[in-house]
């Protein structure tokens, strides 16, 4: 029996789901193929989150190829490119929801204006929603699953003389607001930051506008589609042995000899793949040599190098500058050491602010601390709100694989299958895990939402929770050295109800137990 404040309600029945991304649209169908009722609310006209047509840039694809960035019981399409384009993401989704059912569910045009818990003896959440007409309705619902993602808030910096910039006829957008290049024609443009977004904005933007210049605070480690023209990324950095290259703060196995006698080894690898990209890309000559070195920043800035970004920078299309934007000036970017950067058009691709405006401020303030970190146990559960979660509070290389056995998980726990700690063991293994990441890996803090470069370790902590094999094939020299492959994980739910099944069914002598097919 679950413990603490989210312990099973008898009864539950209604499930309410925020965002139809891709954490809302596998939570949908992991509930629905349990029984329960689902509402999912969507203020985009159609699912997809971040890939939806309201927020797509010229150029955005995946970082990941589509292999491993796939469902494990829906595979993308065979036709798709390695790194599927934005487009095709987004049908991929849509595919998905019609394919398990989720579609009718969805309530597109619909923005969650508030959410609060309910005091009657039911408990759980009312819901209030608006749809596009501004008309709200109230929904009651036993669990709160909030999966608006990681992206869901743009974020542009405040910064002075924005109205005198856009008044003169100067245009500030973020970078899921430019959606054509060819409304930078001929303009000059600033682009501010270094992720892929800015990237990927600044290359397209080359094609149009008359000069692209990108401001930077500092400088990150790209990583190519193939190392050497042709080692597969995923072969890098996709497979359990790339992750035992960095120290996980409980290292076992083959981890504790990696980090111990064979130190001095790891050390020369990443040495070495810092001297690929350092060449391989010019990184010296056109001051973007991250000061970090690649292993200690491997985390959620990381990031693959857009497609001819360092082409245009060593041609000169490019122009890269250092610096903090300050404030805007008559035509330009003032950046803090006074430099100016002409510009008719600033695109910030300055991130995004993760929250969710719909919840009350004392739930709110549970669900975060002071240091505006998540306190969400396993990246799910706040310990101490009851029948409230985030699913796709995870950020990893594999989103996809991570939501889904998340999402199972949750749904596991709603049905009381498992135990989960009390609340003070909770909120103690939040802070010792924030506490090392601060310490060990700040730039894998991301406001605690992002489990990379240990994924793998996560998706495990999951299954062991839920009793289920952290090997998913017979083979596990392969599986270790091989890049992630999402359809190992494909038959958990199955996995799971045999698992049960074998509990409760008696063993007669001689007689061997029922085992479920799937």
Not at 131 to 152: I, K, P, Q, T, Y
Not at 156 to 167: V, Y
Not at 474 to 483: A, G, I, Q, T, V
């Amino acid at each position: 029996m679950a413990t603490g404040t989210h312990a099973r309600v008898t009864a539950m029945e209604r499930i309410g789901i925020v965002g139809a991304g891709l954490s809302g649209l596998v939570t949908a169908k992991t509930f629905l193929e349990e029984g329960f009722g689902v509402t999912v609310f969507e203020t985009e006209d159609e699912v997809g989150g971040v890939w939806a047509r309201s927020r797509r840039y010229p150029g955005l694809a995946t970082q990941n190829p589509r292999d491993t960035y796939a469902f494990s019981d829906f595979p993308m399409p065979a036709s798709y490119p390695d790194w599927p384009g934005g487009e095709q993401v987004q049908a991929y989704l849509a595919a998905y929801a019609d394919r398990f059912g989720v579609t009718p569910h969805v309530r597109l045009r619909t923005r969650v204006t508030r959410a609060e818990p309910r005091t009657d003896a039911r408990a759980g959440w009312r819901v209030t929603a608006a749809a596009a007409d501004g008309r709200e309705e109230a929904h009651d619902v036993d669990w709160l699953v909030v999966c608006n993602g990681v992206f869901s808030e743009p974020f542009i910096p405040d910064l002075p003389g924005r109205a005198e910039f856009e008044a003169a006829g100067g245009r500030v957008l973020h970078t899921t607001q430019l959606h054509d290049a060819a409304e930078v024609t001929g303009k000059r443009v600033a682009v501010v930051g270094y992720a892929k977004s800015a990237a990927d904005v600044a290359c397209a933007a080359v094609e149009t506008a008359r000069e692209v210049t990108l401001v930077f605070r500092r400088a990150l480690w790209k990583m190519p589609k193939y190392f050497f023209g042709r080692v597969h990324l995923k072969y890098v950095l996709a497979t359990r042995f790339s992750e035992a290259l960095f120290r996980w703060r409980h290292p076992e196995g083959v981890e504790r000899v990696l980090h111990s006698a064979g130190k001095p080894l790891v050390w020369l690898l990443w040495r070495g793949i810092e001297r690929t990209l350092r060449r391989s890309f010019a990184l010296d000559a056109h001051g973007l040599t991250p000061e970090a070195p690649i292993d200690r920043m491997v985390g959620c800035t990381l990031s693959l190098a857009s497609g001819g970004f360092f082409d245009h920078v060593r041609s000169g299309r490019l122009r890269v500058q250092r610096g903090e934007p300050a404030r805007f000036a008559d035509g330009a970017i003032e950046l803090g050491d006074g430099t100016r950067v002409e510009a008719d058009v600033v695109v910030f691709g300055t991130g995004f602010q993760q929250g969710a405006a719909f919840l009350p401020e004392w739930v709110a303030e549970r669900v975060r601390g002071e240091d505006g970190n998540f306190r969400l146990y396993r990246s799910i559960l706040p310990p101490d709100v009851p029948r409230l979660a985030f699913i796709g509070y995870n950020s990893s290389l594999y989103s996809q694989l991570t939501s889904e056995i998340g999402a199972r998980w949750l749904v596991e726990h709603a049905r009381g299958r498992f135990e989960i700690p009390s609340q003070a063991e909770m909120r103690r293994r939040i802070e010792e895990r924030l506490a090392w990441l601060k310490a060990e890996r700040p730039d894998s803090v991301m406001n605690g939402i992002c489990v990379i470069p240990f994924n793998f370790h996560h998706i495990n902590e999951l299954l062991r929770d839920l009793g289920a094999r952290t090997w998913r094939s017979r083979n596990r020299l392969h599986e270790y050295m091989m890049p992630v492959d999402p359809s190992l994980y494909a038959g958990l739910r199955a996995e799971l109800q045999d698992r049960r099944l074998r509990r409760a069914t008696p063993r007669e002598p001689g007689v061997a137990r029922p085992t479920s097919v799937g």
